[in-house]
């Protein structure tokens, strides 16, 4: 549907430069939500790079969750391609980053949704252009061959769940349910085996240390939480 793509294009472009908050208080925020909730596949791809973008907008953050963003990017992050999961993995990141939010986030699910985020996907195999990713305009299905500066990699896609599981874990809590729902073992994997950048990793370890309570204490231990902190 090339007139949706258009449009979603168009609403990327506002909120970069800015205008996300008009956007959904002229009401584009809810009808958004509803294409990515409701429509074909090609209108909920699109509808999910909107969706990124305003994520990215500390002023829009909690009008999204408020929305109903998160039950929307929730299923998204479900679907079996590439660009989507991505997007879904920046929201969340972003998303999180709003202590109002964190608790609402944790509640809604979103700890196990980032956990599967982190697992590989079959099409990583196919490089994705960041531009492609912040605009909209994904173009999958005629792969890009070689890295490129703008190439949005499997680190890249790694640290944006350790950042989300990292903000999740500093509302005061949530710590158990965030451990119960996959999110140690999540950030095990993504320290030890998936992350390669020391940066991605230091997250990660600092992720662990917002979930270590007394509650945690003793799962965290037999989870090698003090090998991911040397590491």
């Given at each position: 549907?090339?007139?949706?793509?258009?449009?979603?294009?168009?609403?990327?472009?506002?909120?970069?430069?800015?205008?996300?908050?008009?956007?959904?208080?002229?009401?584009?925020?809810?009808?958004?939500?509803?294409?990515?909730?409701?429509?074909?596949?090609?209108?909920?791809?699109?509808?999910?790079?909107?969706?990124?973008?305003?994520?990215?907008?500390?002023?829009?953050?909690?009008?999204?969750?408020?929305?109903?963003?998160l039950?929307?990017?929730?299923?998204?992050s479900?679907?079996?391609?590439?660009?989507?999961?991505?997007?879904?993995?920046v929201?969340?990141?972003?998303?999180?980053?709003?202590?109002?939010?964190?608790g609402?986030?944790?509640?809604?699910?979103?700890?196990?949704?980032?956990?599967?985020?982190?697992?590989?996907?079959?099409?990583?195999?196919?490089?994705?252009?960041?531009?492609?990713?912040?605009?909209?305009?994904?173009?999958?299905?005629?792969?890009?061959?070689?890295?490129?500066?703008?190439?949005?990699?499997?680190?890249?896609?790694?640290?944006?769940?350790?950042?989300?599981?990292?903000?999740?874990?500093?509302?005061?809590?949530?710590?158990k349910?965030?451990?119960?729902?996959?999110?140690?073992?999540?950030?095990?994997?993504?320290?030890?085996?998936?992350?390669?950048?020391?940066?991605t990793?230091?997250?990660?370890?600092?992720?662990?240390?917002n979930?270590?309570?007394?509650?945690?204490?003793?799962?965290?231990?037999?989870a090698?939480?003090?090998?991911?902190?040397?590491?």
């Open positions: 549907m090339p007139a949706v793509r258009h449009c979603c294009s168009a609403l990327c472009c506002l909120a970069h430069e800015g205008s996300s908050y008009v956007m959904i208080a002229e009401g584009a925020g809810s009808a958004i939500i509803d294409g990515a909730t409701k429509g074909d596949v090609t209108t909920q791809q699109a509808c999910c790079a909107v969706l990124s973008i305003i994520s990215s907008q500390e002023q829009c953050r909690r009008q999204l969750v408020n929305m109903g963003a039950p929307a990017l929730i299923a998204l479900d679907m079996n391609h590439t660009t989507t999961r991505l997007r879904c993995a929201a969340f990141a972003n998303l999180s980053a709003e202590s109002t939010v964190q609402l986030m944790v509640d809604a699910g979103v700890v196990s949704a980032v956990a599967k985020l982190s697992a590989p996907s079959p099409s990583y195999d196919v490089p994705i252009q960041w531009d492609s990713v912040i605009n909209g305009d994904d173009d999958e299905e005629a792969p890009t061959t070689g890295g490129t500066d703008g190439q949005l990699n499997g680190e890249d896609h790694q640290l944006f769940c350790a950042k989300a599981l990292c903000n999740l874990g500093c509302h005061n809590g949530s710590e349910k965030i451990v119960d729902e996959g999110g140690v073992r999540a950030l095990m994997m993504i320290c030890m085996v998936r992350a390669v950048k020391q940066f990793k230091q997250v990660c370890a600092k992720a662990l240390l979930l270590l309570n007394d509650e945690n204490l003793v799962e965290l231990l037999e090698d939480l003090v090998k991911v902190i040397a590491t």
